[in-house]
């Protein structure tokens, strides 16, 4: 038997909003911010669909866990601090009251976890696939948003995490035939997959890019697509070494195993690590402070001339081309 | 043949967002928002679904003018100015270019008219019915939201405009034989489908819900469950008089054919009309400024204590019930 929208609300999203006015009890038309002064809001707002965002299947904590993680890495990305978030759930059926459960606390820690609390939202039911629509909330300092659209010449890009670590989790997710002939150890299959369903937005990066980026975006449809969407955002074009992109030993043994799968990697979605270029005489602080906050960040090329565009260098010093270079829906 | 995401961005949305510097030409991860000193900001979400909320085949413009028009109806009814606003669409197949460039059209059209500007959003494939999330963002003078649960005894219940007309405007599109029974005019099924296809929020009421209004929302998922809401979560009572509510000239040709279609008018959806509480002595004010502005309200009732719940009288003076209701979508 499923919960009704009205139990939905009042028995296990409600208790999520209890501690914020703001959010009247989900039982308002509408919910109200105030915001600080001297303060931007930063909005995002991302669509996750079951079969294309993550599987149908998945378990439920962790689908909120990264509906609310996505949005929260593109707040990050703009050095905002996020605040709040309103859901919209679009649900195939009545849900039963277990996957309800694991999906309210799921997006309970992640909120805790990120400081932003629920404000407000909608609950439908759709004719097709589990639908969340999440717009989350940041504040900063007047003026202070970090674009993609200001890179300089002579900035170094630089990468947090590694990449393709989800990219690799949903191929050991749905085709784990072929990744079965990598003689990947149980620990690294779980490390994938773990990447793929519950990303962690950078929150400790915010402060640092406020202070040391010139343009930053998150990088959720894959290194290589995102990277060339900064650079044209800029104006500017780019050159990055594969060899010093990031990559997990894991990831690194599947190289090793199948070299053609470096493609992948460095094209696969879902990293939500955060691309940001930055002057070169601030790398070097901008990597010493972030490790301090438990992140690596790793050099991986230079900003140049808009007429060379994006430039990709095998170790050989060659440019490599990919069929392609990011995620498009259609 | 279909267009490409990239092309639904840059060609059909982006010119919606082009006088506004804070929507970085839709190519950022996120928009930015500078409040306006000495105010607060009202949120809403809504998504609407092919089948649900829409009909697939109904014009892209009307579509798109209604998702927005429902979101704003809930900012009018907290008192707040609309500003700005985010769209998810997440399209069943790439849209070919005369649906985009009328839905496009009618995002403008809808915009332009409620002084809202595109901030941002999202665009995705969907393996499933046309899925519209906005998020709409008004704002109006700190502590001055107008709510759901803050009427009073004594309080006038009132309600703009004619309740029912769009949940005619439904049936006459989805079982004309049924409608054709009661020898409606061509004018009169025109207006009811308009009712349903192009719902128009009532922003004229924005003011004067701020100075007058004790309690109100919009009526979006029938008059007698949305008021039901209202006393329930002001902990109120209320009577109203079947007799009193505002119904067009063609609803009643309706009801004096078949009495029974009542109960539709008054627990249908979609109305998008305000329905708010008023002290009794500034309900002639609240009128007669309404006129002004040309949005009729009628006063239907008056708020009692909570333990007699709603009653709804009929014109024997008699309590009537209704099978359902309100809209529960599980």
């Known amino acids: ?63 909120a866990g990264k509906a609310l993680a996505v949005n929260i890495s593109d707040l990050v990305a703009k050095a905002a601090t996020p605040v709040a978030y309103l859901l919209s759930l679009a649900l195939p059926k009545a849900p039963d009251a277990a996957w309800m459960s694991g999906f309210a606390a799921g997006l309970k820690q992640a909120g805790r976890s990120y400081g932003c609390r629920l404000l407000g939202g909608d609950t439908t039911r759709i004719g097709g696939p589990l639908t969340i629509t999440i717009t989350a909330i940041g504040e900063l300092p007047t003026g202070t948003m970090v674009r993609r659209s200001t890179a300089k010449a002579g900035d170094k890009i630089v990468v947090s995490g590694q990449i393709g670590e989800a990219a690799m989790g949903l191929l050991v997710r749905q085709q784990s035939a072929q990744t079965k002939r990598w003689g990947l150890s149980p620990a690294a299959l779980a490390q994938f997959e773990r990447a793929y369903l519950a990303p962690q937005p950078r929150l400790p990066l915010v402060p640092l890019l406020r202070r040391y980026a010139t343009a930053a975006m998150d990088v959720s449809d894959g290194l290589i697509g995102d990277l060339a969407k900064l650079l044209s955002a800029s104006g500017m074009g780019g050159v990055i070494r594969l060899d010093a992109v990031p990559f997990s030993d894991a990831a690194r043994q599947i190289i090793a ?51 060379n565009g994006l430039q990709v260098l095998g170790p050989d010093d060659k440019p490599v081309t990919f069929k392609t270079a990011s995620f498009q829906h259609f």
């Not at 909003?17 to 009247?24: H, T, V």
């Not at 992948?264 to 601030?282: F, Q, S």
């Open 1 to 63: 038997m499923g919960i009704s929208e009205e139990e939905i609300i009042s028995r296990y999203l409600a208790p999520l909003a209890r501690q914020n006015p703001e959010a009247l009890g989900l039982r308002d038309d509408a919910a109200w911010l105030r915001p600080k002064s001297g303060h931007d809001l930063v909005i995002s707002c991302d669509t996750l669909i079951a079969g294309v965002h993550f599987g149908a299947d998945d378990p439920a904590d962790l689908i």
């Open 257 to 307: 195993a199948d070299p053609g799968q470096i493609e992948r990697l460095v094209t696969g979605g879902d990293d939500y690590e955060i691309l940001a270029t930055i002057p070169a005489k601030a790398v070097e602080a901008y990597r010493r402070e972030a490790a301090a906050f438990g992140v690596d960040v790793t050099e991986i090329g230079e900003i140049g001339a808009a007429d």
